[in-house]
Protein backbone atom coordinates (compact mmCIF):
# COMPACT_ATOMS: atom_id res chain seq x y z
CA UNK A 1 0.00 0.00 0.00
CA UNK A 2 1.32 3.41 -1.00
CA UNK A 3 1.33 5.89 1.82
CA UNK A 4 0.66 9.55 1.71
CA UNK A 5 4.04 10.74 2.47
CA UNK A 6 5.48 8.36 -0.48
CA UNK A 7 2.48 9.18 -2.97
CA UNK A 8 4.51 13.21 -1.93
CA UNK A 9 7.86 12.28 -2.04
CA UNK A 10 7.07 10.88 -5.82
CA UNK A 11 4.83 13.78 -6.76
CA UNK A 12 8.28 16.17 -5.28
CA UNK A 13 10.48 14.00 -7.37
CA UNK A 14 8.66 14.97 -10.41
CA UNK A 15 8.00 18.16 -9.75
CA UNK A 16 12.08 18.96 -9.36
CA UNK A 17 12.18 17.95 -13.77
CA UNK A 18 14.47 15.18 -12.65
CA UNK A 19 15.64 15.02 -16.62
CA UNK A 20 17.61 18.36 -16.34
CA UNK A 21 18.59 17.80 -12.47
CA UNK A 22 20.02 14.84 -13.17
CA UNK A 23 22.21 15.64 -15.66
CA UNK A 24 23.07 19.37 -14.20
CA UNK A 25 24.42 17.15 -11.16
CA UNK A 26 26.06 14.78 -13.85
CA UNK A 27 27.29 18.17 -15.13
CA UNK A 28 28.62 19.45 -11.60
CA UNK A 29 30.55 15.93 -10.80
CA UNK A 30 32.26 16.11 -14.02
CA UNK A 31 33.68 19.05 -13.66
CA UNK A 32 34.20 18.41 -10.21
CA UNK A 33 36.56 15.21 -11.55
CA UNK A 34 38.20 17.60 -13.99
CA UNK A 35 39.47 20.01 -11.37
CA UNK A 36 40.78 17.27 -9.50
CA UNK A 37 38.85 17.43 -6.34
CA UNK A 38 39.39 15.15 -3.58
CA UNK A 39 36.53 12.31 -3.07
CA UNK A 40 34.85 14.65 0.06
CA UNK A 41 34.78 17.80 -1.68
CA UNK A 42 33.37 16.12 -4.77
CA UNK A 43 30.87 14.52 -2.65
CA UNK A 44 29.90 17.78 -1.28
CA UNK A 45 29.94 19.62 -4.26
CA UNK A 46 27.55 16.99 -6.46
CA UNK A 47 25.49 16.70 -3.23
CA UNK A 48 24.95 20.79 -2.91
CA UNK A 49 24.50 21.22 -6.79
CA UNK A 50 22.09 18.07 -6.47
CA UNK A 51 19.90 19.73 -3.97
CA UNK A 52 19.99 23.41 -5.17
CA UNK A 53 18.17 21.82 -8.89
CA UNK A 54 15.54 20.39 -6.67
CA UNK A 55 14.88 23.66 -5.10
CA UNK A 56 14.74 25.19 -8.27
CA UNK A 57 12.49 22.70 -9.95
CA UNK A 58 10.35 22.18 -7.39
CA UNK A 59 10.01 26.34 -6.71
CA UNK A 60 9.25 26.47 -10.51
CA UNK A 61 6.38 23.89 -10.68
CA UNK A 62 5.10 25.48 -7.27
CA UNK A 63 5.12 29.45 -8.82
CA UNK A 64 3.70 28.04 -11.69
CA UNK A 65 0.93 26.39 -10.52
CA UNK A 66 -1.95 28.49 -11.35
CA UNK A 67 -1.06 28.88 -14.90
CA UNK A 68 -0.20 24.84 -15.31
CA UNK A 69 -3.74 24.69 -13.99
CA UNK A 70 -5.08 26.78 -16.84
CA UNK A 71 -3.72 24.60 -19.73
CA UNK A 72 -4.48 21.62 -17.56
CA UNK A 73 -0.91 20.37 -17.33
CA UNK A 74 -1.82 16.83 -15.80
CA UNK A 75 1.49 16.13 -16.13
CA UNK A 76 2.32 18.22 -13.15
CA UNK A 77 1.52 16.64 -9.18
CA UNK A 78 1.42 20.01 -8.26
CA UNK A 79 -1.36 21.38 -10.71
CA UNK A 80 -3.15 17.95 -10.05
CA UNK A 81 -2.85 18.27 -6.51
CA UNK A 82 -1.22 15.37 -6.12
CA UNK A 83 1.43 17.51 -3.76
CA UNK A 84 -0.11 20.55 -1.96
CA UNK A 85 1.55 23.69 -2.75
CA UNK A 86 2.45 23.93 0.77
CA UNK A 87 4.12 20.80 0.74
CA UNK A 88 5.87 22.27 -2.76
CA UNK A 89 7.43 25.48 -0.76
CA UNK A 90 8.33 23.71 1.98
CA UNK A 91 10.47 21.11 0.15
CA UNK A 92 11.88 23.75 -2.19
CA UNK A 93 12.94 26.06 0.18
CA UNK A 94 14.51 23.16 2.51
CA UNK A 95 16.42 22.26 -0.74
CA UNK A 96 17.87 25.36 -0.91
CA UNK A 97 18.75 25.88 2.67
CA UNK A 98 20.26 22.64 2.16
CA UNK A 99 22.41 23.43 -0.99
CA UNK A 100 23.87 26.48 0.53
CA UNK A 101 24.46 24.48 4.08
CA UNK A 102 26.45 21.99 1.87
CA UNK A 103 28.50 24.48 -0.02
CA UNK A 104 29.67 25.92 3.36
CA UNK A 105 32.65 23.47 3.88
CA UNK A 106 34.05 23.97 0.66
CA UNK A 107 34.42 27.53 1.29
CA UNK A 108 33.40 31.24 1.09
CA UNK A 109 33.97 31.56 -2.46
CA UNK A 110 32.28 28.10 -3.17
CA UNK A 111 28.85 29.28 -1.14
CA UNK A 112 28.89 32.59 -2.52
CA UNK A 113 28.79 31.72 -6.31
CA UNK A 114 26.57 28.82 -6.11
CA UNK A 115 23.92 31.64 -3.98
CA UNK A 116 24.42 33.61 -6.86
CA UNK A 117 23.39 31.07 -9.69
CA UNK A 118 20.82 29.59 -7.15
CA UNK A 119 19.19 33.60 -7.00
CA UNK A 120 19.60 33.82 -10.88
CA UNK A 121 18.10 30.50 -11.43
CA UNK A 122 14.81 31.60 -8.66
CA UNK A 123 14.60 34.75 -10.15
CA UNK A 124 14.04 33.50 -13.70
CA UNK A 125 11.25 31.18 -12.00
CA UNK A 126 10.09 34.33 -9.82
CA UNK A 127 9.37 36.28 -13.27
CA UNK A 128 12.15 36.60 -15.26
CA UNK A 129 10.87 33.89 -18.08
CA UNK A 130 8.33 36.30 -19.09
CA UNK A 131 10.66 39.26 -20.36
CA UNK A 132 12.77 39.58 -23.13
CA UNK A 133 15.78 39.35 -20.72
CA UNK A 134 14.80 35.67 -19.77
CA UNK A 135 18.08 34.34 -21.25
CA UNK A 136 19.88 36.72 -18.83
CA UNK A 137 19.60 34.15 -15.75
CA UNK A 138 20.79 31.35 -17.86
CA UNK A 139 24.01 32.93 -18.92
CA UNK A 140 24.45 33.74 -15.64
CA UNK A 141 24.21 30.30 -14.02
CA UNK A 142 25.39 28.06 -16.27
CA UNK A 143 28.51 30.73 -16.98
CA UNK A 144 29.70 30.45 -13.24
CA UNK A 145 28.48 26.69 -13.14
CA UNK A 146 32.06 25.43 -13.69
CA UNK A 147 33.40 27.67 -10.88
CA UNK A 148 31.43 25.83 -8.40
CA UNK A 149 34.12 23.09 -9.00
CA UNK A 150 37.35 24.76 -9.06
CA UNK A 151 35.90 26.84 -6.22
CA UNK A 152 35.64 23.98 -4.25
CA UNK A 153 39.59 22.85 -4.55
CA UNK A 154 41.74 23.05 -1.58
CA UNK A 155 43.22 25.81 -3.47
CA UNK A 156 40.16 27.88 -4.61
CA UNK A 157 40.26 29.57 -7.90
CA UNK A 158 37.59 30.45 -10.83
CA UNK A 159 37.13 28.81 -13.70
CA UNK A 160 39.09 29.79 -17.08
CA UNK A 161 37.63 32.24 -19.05
CA UNK A 162 36.92 29.45 -21.89
CA UNK A 163 34.99 27.33 -19.41
CA UNK A 164 32.85 30.74 -18.59
CA UNK A 165 32.55 31.12 -22.66
CA UNK A 166 31.53 27.39 -22.80
CA UNK A 167 29.42 27.51 -19.92
CA UNK A 168 27.36 30.35 -20.70
CA UNK A 169 26.62 29.26 -24.55
CA UNK A 170 25.66 25.87 -23.40
CA UNK A 171 23.09 28.18 -20.43
CA UNK A 172 21.65 29.78 -24.01
CA UNK A 173 21.16 26.84 -25.80
CA UNK A 174 19.36 24.89 -22.82
CA UNK A 175 16.66 28.36 -22.21
CA UNK A 176 16.09 28.26 -25.82
CA UNK A 177 14.97 24.48 -26.50
CA UNK A 178 13.60 24.22 -22.75
CA UNK A 179 10.29 25.93 -23.71
CA UNK A 180 10.11 25.01 -26.46
CA UNK A 181 7.69 22.24 -26.02
CA UNK A 182 5.45 24.59 -23.84
CA UNK A 183 5.37 27.57 -26.25
CA UNK A 184 1.58 27.40 -27.30
CA UNK A 185 0.63 27.21 -23.23
CA UNK A 186 3.12 29.98 -22.61
CA UNK A 187 1.53 32.01 -25.00
CA UNK A 188 -1.99 31.42 -23.33
CA UNK A 189 -0.52 32.20 -19.51
CA UNK A 190 0.76 35.44 -20.75
CA UNK A 191 4.65 34.12 -20.35
CA UNK A 192 6.53 35.93 -23.46
CA UNK A 193 10.37 35.09 -23.03
CA UNK A 194 13.04 35.68 -25.65
CA UNK A 195 12.66 32.11 -27.34
CA UNK A 196 8.80 33.11 -27.46
CA UNK A 197 9.52 36.15 -29.30
CA UNK A 198 11.80 34.16 -31.70
CA UNK A 199 10.17 31.61 -32.44
CA UNK A 200 10.44 27.74 -32.42
CA UNK A 201 12.89 27.67 -35.65
CA UNK A 202 15.01 30.30 -34.76
CA UNK A 203 15.56 29.51 -31.08
CA UNK A 204 16.72 25.75 -32.21
CA UNK A 205 18.98 27.12 -34.94
CA UNK A 206 20.84 29.68 -31.92
CA UNK A 207 20.62 27.06 -29.72
CA UNK A 208 22.59 24.60 -32.14
CA UNK A 209 25.03 27.72 -32.31
CA UNK A 210 25.22 28.13 -28.75
CA UNK A 211 26.18 24.42 -28.31
CA UNK A 212 29.04 24.49 -31.53
CA UNK A 213 30.55 27.58 -29.61
CA UNK A 214 30.58 25.83 -26.56
CA UNK A 215 32.27 23.38 -28.15
CA UNK A 216 34.94 25.27 -29.84
CA UNK A 217 35.53 26.96 -26.35
CA UNK A 218 36.24 23.35 -24.97
CA UNK A 219 38.06 22.28 -28.15
CA UNK A 220 40.54 24.77 -28.24
CA UNK A 221 40.36 26.40 -24.59
CA UNK A 222 42.38 24.04 -22.68
CA UNK A 223 45.42 24.26 -24.72
CA UNK A 224 45.41 27.88 -25.23
CA UNK A 225 44.21 27.99 -28.18
CA UNK A 226 46.46 25.62 -30.36
CA UNK A 227 45.12 23.52 -32.63
CA UNK A 228 48.45 21.18 -33.12
CA UNK A 229 47.97 20.86 -29.25
CA UNK A 230 44.15 19.12 -29.45
CA UNK A 231 44.32 15.75 -28.52
CA UNK A 232 42.96 13.06 -30.81
CA UNK A 233 40.34 12.13 -28.07
CA UNK A 234 39.18 16.04 -28.18
CA UNK A 235 38.51 15.55 -31.60
CA UNK A 236 36.50 12.63 -31.01
CA UNK A 237 34.41 14.21 -29.02
CA UNK A 238 34.23 17.80 -30.75
CA UNK A 239 32.57 16.16 -33.91
CA UNK A 240 30.35 14.18 -32.07
CA UNK A 241 29.07 17.47 -30.05
CA UNK A 242 28.64 19.07 -33.50
CA UNK A 243 26.74 15.88 -34.91
CA UNK A 244 24.45 16.37 -32.06
CA UNK A 245 23.65 19.90 -32.39
CA UNK A 246 23.20 19.62 -36.41
CA UNK A 247 20.92 17.14 -35.75
CA UNK A 248 18.96 18.84 -33.25
CA UNK A 249 18.85 21.98 -35.97
CA UNK A 250 17.57 20.02 -38.57
CA UNK A 251 15.12 18.23 -36.13
CA UNK A 252 13.81 21.82 -34.99
CA UNK A 253 13.77 22.87 -39.29
CA UNK A 254 11.63 19.67 -40.14
CA UNK A 255 9.02 20.27 -37.40
CA UNK A 256 10.11 17.87 -35.05
CA UNK A 257 9.19 17.81 -30.81
CA UNK A 258 11.02 20.73 -29.18
CA UNK A 259 10.86 17.79 -26.19
CA UNK A 260 13.74 16.11 -28.29
CA UNK A 261 15.61 18.94 -29.28
CA UNK A 262 15.90 19.73 -25.47
CA UNK A 263 17.56 16.36 -25.33
CA UNK A 264 19.86 16.47 -27.94
CA UNK A 265 20.75 19.88 -25.94
CA UNK A 266 21.21 17.87 -23.12
CA UNK A 267 23.28 15.30 -24.49
CA UNK A 268 25.88 17.96 -25.64
CA UNK A 269 26.09 18.85 -22.64
CA UNK A 270 26.97 15.22 -21.19
CA UNK A 271 29.42 14.54 -23.97
CA UNK A 272 31.38 18.10 -23.67
CA UNK A 273 31.70 17.46 -19.86
CA UNK A 274 33.02 13.44 -20.33
CA UNK A 275 35.47 15.52 -22.91
CA UNK A 276 36.10 17.56 -19.99
CA UNK A 277 37.07 14.51 -18.36
CA UNK A 278 39.13 12.54 -20.63
CA UNK A 279 41.36 14.79 -21.58
CA UNK A 280 42.16 15.84 -18.65
CA UNK A 281 41.75 19.72 -19.39
CA UNK A 282 42.62 22.66 -17.05
CA UNK A 283 39.25 23.88 -15.63
CA UNK A 284 41.00 26.49 -13.47
CA UNK A 285 42.20 29.83 -14.34
Not at 11 to 21: A, E, I, K, N
Not at 96 to 104: E, N
Not at 119 to 141: C, D, I, M, Q, R
Not at 244 to 268: C, K, P
Amino acid sequence: MTTPVAVTARGLWQSSHPGPTCVVTALALALGFAAGLELWRLVLLTAAVFAGQLSVGISNDAIDVTRDRIVGRSDKPIARGVVSVRAAWVAAVGCLLAALLLSVPLGIGMLGVHAVTLASAWAYNAGAKATPFSLLPFLVSFGLFPSLATLSAAEPRFSAGWAVVAGAALGAAVHLTNVLPDLDDDGRTGIRGLPHRLGARASAVLAALGVAVGAVAVLLGPVGGGVAEVAPASWAFFVAVLGVAVLGAVAALQGAAGRMVFRLVMLSALLLSAQLVATGGALAA
